[in-house]
């Protein structure tokens, strides 16, 4: 049986809402441009590693 009673049935009603707030929007630029530089970060690295592996086993 589920549970009952004013509280359970609040956050019933709540959890059947949804929508998009005031505002929420402004968090896309930002929240892009970080992933972008998280990407752009991790590419980077890569290449590195990769660099610093070829110079190890061209040393060899």
């Given at each position: 049986?589920?549970?009952?009673?004013?509280?359970?049935?609040?956050f019933?009603?709540?959890d059947?809402?949804?929508?998009v707030?005031?505002?929420?929007?402004?968090?896309?630029?930002?929240?892009?441009?970080l992933?972008?530089?998280l990407?752009?970060?991790?590419?980077?690295?890569?290449?590195?590693?990769?660099?610093?592996?070829a110079?190890r086993?061209?040393r060899?």
């Open positions: 049986m589920a549970p009952s009673g004013w509280f359970y049935d609040a019933a009603a709540l059947e809402q949804s929508g707030g005031l505002g929420t929007s402004t968090l896309d630029v930002p929240l892009l441009s992933a972008k530089s990407a752009d970060v991790h590419e980077h690295r890569r290449a590195l590693e990769f660099r610093h592996e110079r086993f061209s060899a």
